[in-house]
């Protein structure tokens, strides 16, 4: 019994002993953490009003048969989808207020599961920067060929101007 | 009813987890902290290393957790680890931190508990360990042509 439970155990400490991290990998926008929203900026309380709460949870598994080592693979990008839909497409600013972690391992006799999570919740709020409008000059050149001028047309000489 | 006794003790002694949980409230930290490398400058206006911000070095500040009754009872809070990331700040002369990231890492000794007798008793402890990680800035003013 006792042998078994060692396996069970290196088994355990293969697959398991490995951290895990929650972060964004492609969003390129602030993601601040906590209240203050600016470098020496001052805390600023959520706007209840515009404020719109998001979460998003990565769940690691490992059992037995299955060990948890492709789920980077799979939930990489849960926290970047999640601020994209959350912002708008960075059309808000999102704040992260609070963290939930929990690892477990938990035993069944003979099964044995290891459970790791992460949660990440906060808001998403107005931005604090607008990116000022761009203006587009557009030259259009007359049609004709290069260095051409353009004459003007002389009015002919017999011809009259008509006047009532 | 002792029958009923006998499988509640089998249930129990069979079907047990250890572990911990903890919620990090970041409402904490007294300084600017970013996840992705961009954090809003002094004027409000988005700075990148190189651009508006010096990078000064790296920051990590890590606490082992423990909880009691299968993590239902956490044995202290993270005020304490978020206190120390800001005197961590504080000290080194940054204003704001880029790249944050918590790791959470189950201790070994999880893995092994189930292999001891008491880890099916409610009051063996359970931990895990919270790391706090990013790299330290301060705001450089660039003149603009």
Same mark, same amino acid.
């Given at each position: 019994?006792?042998?078994?439970?060692?396996?069970?155990?290196?088994?355990?400490?293969?697959?398991?002993?490995?951290?895990?991290?929650?972060?964004?990998?492609?969003?390129?926008?602030?993601?601040?953490?906590?209240?203050?929203?600016?470098?020496?900026?001052?805390?600023?309380?959520?706007?209840?009003?515009? #404020? &719109?709460?998001?979460?998003?949870?990565? %769940?690691?598994?490992? !059992?037995?048969?299955?060990?948890? =080592?492709?789920?980077?693979?799979?939930?990489?990008?849960?926290?970047?989808?999640?601020?994209? #839909? &959350?912002?708008?497409?960075?059309?808000? %600013?999102?704040?992260? !207020?609070?963290?939930?972690?929990? =690892?477990?391992?938990?035993?069944?006799?003979?099964?044995?599961?290891?459970?790791?999570?992460?949660?990440?919740?906060?808001?998403?709020?107005?931005?604090?920067?607008?990116?000022?409008?761009?203006?587009?000059?557009?030259?259009?050149?007359?049609?004709?060929?290069?260095?051409?001028?353009?004459?003007?047309?002389?009015?002919?000489?017999?011809?009259?101007?008509?006047?009532? | 009813?002792?029958?009923?006794?006998?499988?509640?003790?089998?249930?129990?002694?069979?079907?047990?987890?250890?572990?911990?949980?903890?919620?990090?409230?970041?409402?904490?930290?007294?300084?600017?902290?970013?996840?992705?490398?961009?954090?809003?400058?002094?004027?409000?206006?988005?700075?990148?290393?190189?651009?508006?911000?010096?990078?000064?070095?790296?920051?990590?500040?890590?606490?082992?957790?423990?909880?009691?009754?299968?993590?239902?009872?956490?044995?202290?809070?993270?005020?304490?680890?978020?206190?120390?990331?800001?005197?961590?700040?504080?000290a080194r002369g940054a204003q704001g931190v880029i790249n944050f990231e918590i790791e959470n890492e189950g201790c070994d000794l999880n893995?092994?508990?189930?292999?001891?007798?008491?880890?099916?008793?409610?009051?063996?402890?359970?931990?895990?360990?919270?790391?706090?990680?990013?790299?330290?800035?301060?705001?450089?003013?660039?003149?603009?042509?």
């Open positions: 019994m006792v042998k078994w439970g060692v396996i069970f155990a290196a088994a355990g400490f293969v697959a398991c002993g490995q951290p895990f991290i929650m972060k964004p990998k492609l969003y390129n926008r602030p993601v601040m953490v906590g209240d203050v929203r600016q470098l020496g900026g001052a805390k600023i309380s959520p706007d209840a009003q515009q #404020a &719109s709460p998001f979460s998003a949870e990565i %769940d690691i598994l490992d !059992t037995p048969t299955a060990t948890s =080592s492709d789920w980077h693979e799979k939930q990489q990008y849960t926290l970047d989808s999640k601020l994209t #839909a &959350s912002t708008l497409m960075g059309a808000r %600013d999102a704040q992260v !207020t609070e963290m939930k972690v929990g =690892s477990y391992v938990f035993n069944a006799v003979l099964f044995y599961f290891d459970k790791d999570w992460i949660r990440l919740s906060g808001y998403s709020v107005p931005p604090l920067f607008v990116e000022p409008e761009r203006k587009y000059l557009l030259h259009v050149r007359p049609v004709g060929k290069r260095g051409e001028k353009l004459k003007k047309e002389k009015p002919k000489k017999g011809a009259r101007r008509r006047t009532r | 009813m002792r029958a009923l006794f006998a499988v509640l003790i089998a249930a129990l002694a069979g079907m047990h987890c250890i572990g911990n949980r903890q919620t990090v409230k970041l409402n904490e930290l007294n300084y600017a902290v970013s996840m992705t490398p961009v954090i809003y400058g002094s004027d409000g206006v988005p700075k990148a290393e190189g651009v508006g911000l010096e990078v000064i070095g790296d920051i990590e500040v890590s606490h082992r957790y423990w909880s009691l009754v299968y993590s239902f009872v956490p044995l202290g809070d993270t005020k304490k680890q978020l206190q120390n990331f800001n005197n961590v700040i504080t893995n092994f508990a189930y292999v001891v007798v008491p880890a099916v008793l409610p009051f063996f402890p359970g931990c895990s360990k919270i790391t706090m990680r990013g790299r330290l800035v301060r705001e450089t003013f660039v003149r603009r042509r």
